[in-house]
C-alpha cells in the first residue's frame, strides 16, 4: 500500500489545526526532528497506517474545507484507536513527509508479510542492500541497450557488476523474480535503497 502524502500531510494540518485535539505545539529544532525521525519504532508505523487508513477518509470527504466539529472529533478517536497519541501521530506524520527513510519503513509496515518459506521471506536485508547495489550497477549498462540483447561484453560487464556486489548471478536472479512477484519484498528494497542513498 502506498500512502499519498498530499491527503496525509492535509490531515496533519487539519488536526494540528484543530484547538479541541491538540495544543499548538512549540517549534522543534531541526537536529530534535531528526533524533525523533531515528525513534520510531516499526509498531508505531503500524500503528500509524492503521490510523491513516482510518483518518484517509475521513480527510477526503472534507474536498479541502476544514472540518467540523464533529469531524475533528471522528478523526481524533481513529487516532486514539489505533493506540497513538494524537502528539505522536502528528510527529510521525511530520517525519513520514520530510523523512525518504521513515517513508520506506511506513511502506514495509504497511504491507503484508511474505509468506513463510516463500521465496522473498528467505531474502535477507543484507541481501537487499547487495542486490540494489548491484541493480544501480547494472541499470546504465541496461539503458545503454535500449531494449536490444546485450552483446558478450556487455553480458560480462553486468555480471561483474553483480559480482562485484557480493551476489551471485543466480542469487541475483532468484531475488529479481522474487522482487517481482513480492509486494512486501518491493517494499523492502525501497527500504534498502532509501538507506543507501541517505
Not at 86 to 99: K, P
Request: glycine share 4%; hydrophobic share 55%; aromatic share 2%.
Amino acid at each position: 500500500m502506498r500512502m499519498s502524502l498530499l491527503p496525509l500531510t492535509s490531515c496533519l494540518a487539519l488536526l494540528a489545526a484543530a484547538p479541541a485535539l491538540a495544543a499548538a505545539p512549540a517549534p522543534v529544532a531541526a537536529p530534535a526532528q531528526a533524533a525523533a525521525s531515528d525513534a520510531i519504532t516499526d509498531a508505531e508505523l503500524v500503528q500509524f497506517s492503521a490510523a491513516m487508513n482510518a483518518v484517509q477518509p475521513i480527510a477526503e470527504a472534507l474536498n479541502g474545507a476544514a472540518p467540523n466539529a464533529e469531524q475533528q472529533a471522528q478523526m481524533a478517536e481513529a487516532i486514539a484507536r489505533s493506540g497513538l497519541a494524537l502528539e505522536r501521530f502528528n510527529a510521525i506524520s511530520t517525519a513520514v513527509s520530510g523523512d525518504e527513510v521513515v517513508r520506506a519503513r511506513l511502506a514495509v509496515a504497511a504491507t503484508p508479510p511474505s509468506p513463510a518459506g516463500s521465496p522473498a521471506a528467505g531474502v535477507t536485508d543484507a541481501e537487499l542492500t547487495q542486490f540494489s547495489a548491484a541493480m544501480s550497477a547494472v541499470q546504465p549498462i541496461a539503458a545503454a541497450l535500449n531494449g536490444a540483447a546485450p552483446s558478450a561484453d556487455q553480458q560480462a560487464q553486468m555480471a561483474e557488476a553483480i559480482s562485484g556486489s557480493g551476489l551471485a548471478l543466480e542469487r541475483f536472479n532468484a531475488i529479481s523474480a522474487a522482487v517481482s512477484q513480492d509486494e512486501h519484498l518491493r517494499a523492502r528494497l525501497d527500504l534498502a535503497e532509501a538507506r543507501r542513498a541517505g
